[in-house]
T-cell receptor
Framework: SAVISQKPSRDICQRGTSLTIQCQVD?????MFWYRQQPGQSLTLIAT?????????ESGFVIDKFPISRPNLTFSTLTVSNMSPEDSSIYLC????????????FGPGTRLTVT | AQKITQTQPGMFVQEKEAVTLDCTYD???????LFWYKQPSSGEMIFLIY??????QNATEGRYSLNFQKARKSANLVISASQLGDSAMYFC???????????FGQGTELSVKP
């Protein structure tokens, strides 16, 4: 299994500002995934972050709005830039299980409210 | 492109009864995995059960079982002996081996009545 922590757990931000969310995993993983869950909605994949390379963004998400860093195999950050109320969501990071595990684990999420 | 569909926005079940949550999927890949997650009001995503596309037997994990019908492209979750603590959102998801991305359905909100 993998234990994932995220910081902050929640935040209230003003529009136009930026917030950086941290994701720490207790084991080395190749791929880390960032998801967004808007209120009352399902999870949508924002991007996939591999260590040592640029993140791969899904349709509808761009690097200028959601820059991602992946400095090592256990850590990643997602920044939500120039925030608007529409960015109010839960942001979750996720990793595959280690070894032969097929499971995919999620962090506890960061609840972001933009006013 | 892969797609997951959950057609039941909300479901009610009486405590101690069984309930089936529907999930259909679409993919052109032969190798993929199907997942079910539970999301209580706290927001955490709790992994429940997994079914690989080549698994011949339906997956089971305690009170959870996955009714996998490959030809129909369905992967329904069956919860036996429902408990009040089962009240939550349930998400079906699929990951193609090729792409590696986990894609989610719209979710089903399950309410267990005492």
């Amino acid at each position: 299994s993998a234990v994932i922590s995220q910081k902050p757990s929640r935040d209230i931000c003003q529009r136009g500002t930026s917030l950086t969310i941290q994701c720490q995993v207790d084991s080395q993983v190749t791929m880390m995934f960032w998801y967004r869950q808007q209120p009352g909605q399902s999870l949508t994949l924002i991007a996939t972050a591999n260590q040592g390379s640029e993140a791969t963004y899904e349709s509808g998400f761009v690097i200028d709005k959601f820059p991602i860093s992946r400095p090592n195999l256990t850590f990643s950050t997602l920044t939500v830039s120039n925030m608007s109320p529409e960015d109010s969501s839960i942001y979750l990071c996720s990793v595959w299980g280690t070894g032969l595990s097929y499971e995919q684990y999620f962090g506890p999420g960061t609840r972001l409210t933009v006013t | 492109a892969q797609k997951i569909t959950q057609t039941q926005p909300g479901m009610f079940v009486q405590e101690k009864e069984a309930v089936t949550l529907d999930c259909t999927y679409d993919t052109s890949d032969q190798s993929y995995g199907l997942f079910w997650y539970k999301q209580p009001s706290s927001g955490e995503m709790i992994f429940l059960i997994y079914q690989g596309s080549y698994d011949e037997q339906n997956a089971t994990e305690g009170r959870y079982s996955l009714n996998f019908q490959k030809a129909r492209k369905s992967a329904n979750l069956v919860i036996s002996a429902s408990q009040l603590g089962d009240s939550a959102m349930y998400f079906c998801a699929m990951r193609e081996v090729q792409g590696g991305k986990l894609i989610f359905g719209q979710g089903t909100e399950l309410s267990v009545k005492p």
